[in-house]
């Protein structure tokens, strides 16, 4: 059992940045990959970011693009999502996810563990 816990979320101007961070309670080979999904009330929760440890190898929808970026701290085995250029649209509760299924990472069926979220509001 993974536990997650999302931290660093908040209130910021349009143009302004966050950086939210993932701490996983542990780490296993089952966890080789992660990612940040969001969800604003009465829309499907939807895929943001995605890292793999194995080959470094990172992925983003299209909405967060050339202005969020994932990492990884394997030592400290917690996830981050650098933020920048905020738009009132990237307003959301943002949740860090483990234990993927190996299919379309940006579907949440194919992943097991879930943190709690963490609130992200951008005003303009």
Known sequence: QVQLVESGGGSVQAGGSL??????????SSDDC???FRQDPGKEREGVAFVCIGNGNTYYRDYVKGRFTISRDNTENTMYLQMTSL????TAMYYCTAGWRGGRWYRPDEWIY???GTQVTVSS
Do not use: F, V
């Open 114 to 116: 879930w943190g709690q």
């Open 87 to 90: 738009k009132p649209e990237d």
């Open 34 to 36: 992660m990612a940040w």
């Open 19 to 28: 950086r939210l961070s993932c701490a996983a309670s542990a780490y296993t």
